[in-house]
């Protein structure tokens, strides 16, 4: 089974409209964490938001919002007023324990993001 | 501060030639990883060290991939007689034990 989803291969925006991209996962480990980073075309990986599986509130981090719903193991990036910038592509990602000492992170598909003027 | 930085950034290379692919991590990071992205797909776990040791090399496909970190810093991965399906992007990632994960550029490697 997929560990992380991404059933969105591309999605459209307005620039300053706001913009969700979804993510699902599989773990039975109680303690994980969920990532989100965005790939530009130059293809560095640039580290956005964070949300640990214990965590009560969900995270945010600037224009990022993570909307965390447990028992739907989603974990969702909103993007607010986005802006040209923010074409890009998006990968979820999980870190848990079973992966081993490494705490590898594994990855979805990813979401190519297009933000229109 | 300086983040991840990876040598070189493309490189290619004819099948069965030897590559070394380096990446200098963010300083005081403990923790080093190397990915293996193929395009259209997120990156896959290649090889995990913390310090100078391979803590964990479970990702590493076949016995011609190898990396070492000999003074738990700067990391090179090896490749031995490439072929054509190991062109993709690597990219190596640096975090202080058990934190966030911050990649470098990448290095996009060609064999022809």
Known sequence: ?117 | GAGVSQTPSNKVTEKGKYVELRCDPISGHTALYWYRQSLGQGPEFLIYFQGTGAADDSGLPNDRFFAVRPEGSVSTLKIQRTERGDSAMYLCASSPSGGTQYFGPGTRLTVL
């Open chain 1, 1 to 117: 089974a997929q560990k992380i989803t991404q059933t969105q291969p591309g999605m459209f925006v307005q620039e300053k409209e706001a913009v969700t991209l979804d993510c699902t996962y599989d773990t039975s480990d109680p303690s994980y964490g969920l990532f989100w980073y965005k790939q530009p075309s130059s293809g560095e990986m640039i580290f956005l938001i964070y949300q640990g599986s214990y965590d009560q509130q969900n995270a945010t981090e600037g224009r990022y919002s993570l909307n965390f719903q447990k028992a739907r193991k989603s974990a969702n990036l909103v993007i607010s007023a986005s802006q040209l910038g923010d074409s890009a592509m998006y990968f979820c990602a999980m870190r848990e324990p079973s992966s081993g000492s490494a705490r590898q992170l594994t990855f979805g598909s990813g979401t190519q993001l297009t933000v229109l003027p």
